[in-house]
Structures are given as structure tokens and as C-alpha cells.
């Protein structure tokens, strides 16, 4: 089967700019994942979607952050405006949910703000 | 809240050598503990999971984890090292249950020595 798609790989912008990231799950996959990894750092979650409703955001700055699941498939992460602590490697990971779950990631998106 | 504390950012082993990777975790709830894989530009692969069916688990590439209680911990082992299982891994725990977010550890790079 197909795994988790995302895009761009890469990304380069100036602070204060816009950027947005694009998450496919694997087909089938209810709850889907954000994870932001810094260089040196493991992953730490910022949004769970279930279908196209939020599970949990506490971790997501709001201020700049917004994220969206539109029917429940796709997933778009938006970062608006970039600060230069925003470079890391954006993750997305999708899984059918239940207990016990294996979580299946993509190959992430790489994020430089210069 | 849940936390992960990996010893060692870089563990280093010659082939043919047991690995040790060291992982402690605290949890208010019962755990559901992982352990991931990454390698260079790729996305995170899971290696096991502990579900409590039994406290040793078995994952694939002949890792395999010990749930302590006692000492809070779920170390990875593999009795011979191989060139390919050069990579990052990290340790996560999960908060009420395997379709929840993880929280990760901050990853121990395991460098191979021929």
C-alpha cells in the first residue's frame, strides 16, 4: 500500500513569511498526525485529528499555527508568519486509530527560515 | 504528563556487538511505550510496541525491548550489531492509549563500527 505523502520536502523561506504543508494518509486512516522535529531533538506532537475534528492541539502556537483536515483525508499545516525558530522538520503521521496503534510517518518536510 | 529520557545521544558499537539503547520513562497511567527507527531523509519506522500482553517484546531487524516497572524502563537490545542498523532511534511513550500522540525522546544515534 501507499504510505504517507507529503510535500514539499523542502522548503526555504524568509521570517515573516507564509508557508504551508501538505499531508495524504494512507487510505484509510482516521486519525492523522503533525509532529515538529528540530535538529536535535525527537518529535513533538502539535495536532491530532480524528476524521476532520480536532483531538488535541495544546501543543500548537495558535498565534501562528493553524491547521486543517478538510473530509476528513488531506491535511494542511499552515505557519503564517515564519519565525526563525520555526526551522525543523514538519512530520505527518496517520494511523485507523484504537488502541494500541501503529502510527505511520511520512518522509517530512524540511523547513529553513532564514 | 508523560516524559522520555534517553541516556546517551550517541552510542557507538562495533559489528557484531550487543547494542544496548537506553530508554526511562515517567507516566502517570499505565504506559503504551515505543520505539522508532529513522534513517537519513527518511520518515519514522516502528520497531515495537509494548502493550502489556508481555514484557518482553519483540520488534523487527532482531531488536527487541524489556518493560521494567520496577525501574521505569524499556531499554533496546540486539545481540549482534549490523552495518544497516546505523540510524537514529528514539523512545516514545503514549498517554492514554496507542492512537493518542506520542511524546518522544530526544533520540540516541547509533554509530556502527566496522
Known amino acids: 500500500e501507499a504510505g504517507v505523502a507529503q510535500s514539499p520536502r523542502y522548503k526555504i523561506i524568509e521570517k515573516r513569511q507564509s508557508v504551508a504543508f501538505w499531508c495524504n494518509p494512507i487510505?484509510?486512516?482516521?486519525?492523522l498526525y503533525w509532529y515538529q522535529q528540530i535538529l536535535g531533538q525527537g518529535p513533538k506532537l502539535l495536532i491530532q485529528?480524528?476524521?476532520?475534528?480536532?483531538?488535541?492541539d495544546s501543543q500548537l502556537p495558535k498565534d501562528r499555527f493553524s491547521a486543517e483536515r478538510l473530509k476528513g483525508v488531506d491535511s494542511t499545516l499552515k505557519i503564517q508568519p515564519a519565525k526563525l525558530e520555526d526551522s525543523a522538520v514538519y512530520l505527518c503521521a496517520t494511523s485507523t486509530g484504537g488502541s494500541y496503534n501503529e502510527q505511520f510517518f511520512g518522509p517530512g518536510t524540511r523547513l529553513t527560515v532564514l | 504528563a508523560q516524559s522520555v529520557t534517553q541516556l546517551g545521544s550517541h552510542v557507538s558499537v562495533s559489528e557484531g556487538a550487543l547494542v544496548l539503547l537506553r530508554c526511562n520513562y515517567s507516566?502517570?497511567?499505565?504506559?503504551?511505550l515505543f520505539w522508532y527507527v529513522q534513517y537519513p531523509n527518511q520518515g519514522l519506522q516502528l520497531l515495537l510496541k509494548?502493550?502489556?500482553?508481555?514484557?518482553l517484546v519483540k520488534g523487527i531487524n532482531g531488536f527487541e525491548a524489556e518493560f521494567k516497572k520496577s525501574e521505569t524502563s524499556f531499554h533496546l537490545t540486539k545481540p549482534s550489531a549490523h552495518m544497516s542498523d546505523a540510524a537514529e532511534y528514539f523512545c516514545?511513550?503514549?498517554?492514554?492509549?496507542?492512537?493518542?500522540?506520542?511524546?518522544f525522546g530526544k533520540g540516541t544515534h547509533l554509530i556502527i563500527q566496522p
Open positions: 487510505s484509510g486512516h482516521a486519525t
Open positions: 516514545a511513550v503514549s498517554r492514554g492509549g496507542g492512537a493518542d500522540g506520542l511524546t
Open positions: 509494548y502493550t502489556s500482553a508481555a514484557t
Open positions: 485529528f480524528q476524521n476532520n475534528g480536532v483531538v488535541d
Open positions: 507516566s502517570s497511567v499505565p504506559p503504551y
